[in-house]
């Protein structure tokens, strides 16, 4: 439902690999992850209303405990070259460097862009991280 409808705003997109990884900080049901990439006009602000919107369409509530199982979670990982860390946003998303279930899809879909603040590719990154301890594998849906 999610993909649809960020496909309906948001064409062309391009697509990662789904990986099904466990629980990360909290013990839960699997969780499902992909990236996906596109080019949008709309501002910082604008793009995180729309996937807000995406979010509520598919049954996200605002407010659940934050280490919890949830309906749909859309992150904002890169915005073009976009540094910014504060109190609304965290662009390049830390979780990056932090989780394979973040940086393997990445790192497929976009594998020659470098990181706006490590200067470094997604591919690169993913060759050099320890996710050792962290189970993800490709699945078909």
Not at 87 to 108: C, G, H, M, W
């Amino acid at each position: 439902m999610a993909l649809s409808a960020i496909k309906s705003e948001f064409s062309p997109i391009a697509v990662s690999p789904v990986y099904e990884s466990v629980a990360v900080g909290f013990h839960g049901e699997n969780f499902l992850n992909l990236v996906l990439g596109f080019d949008t006009s709309l501002s910082l602000d604008e793009l995180a209303d729309k996937l807000d919107q995406i979010e509520q369409s598919c049954g996200r509530k605002r407010g659940e405990e934050r280490f919890t199982s949830r309906t749909m979670d859309l992150d904002l990982l890169i915005y073009g070259d976009l540094l910014r860390h504060d109190d609304e946003y965290d662009i390049p998303r830390n979780e990056i460097t932090r989780y394979a279930f973040v940086l393997k899809p990445l790192s497929q879909l976009v594998p020659d862009y470098v990181h706006p603040e490590l200067g470094v590719s997604f591919s690169r990154l993913w060759e050099q991280g320890d996710f050792s301890g962290q189970d993800l594998w490709e699945v078909e849906l």
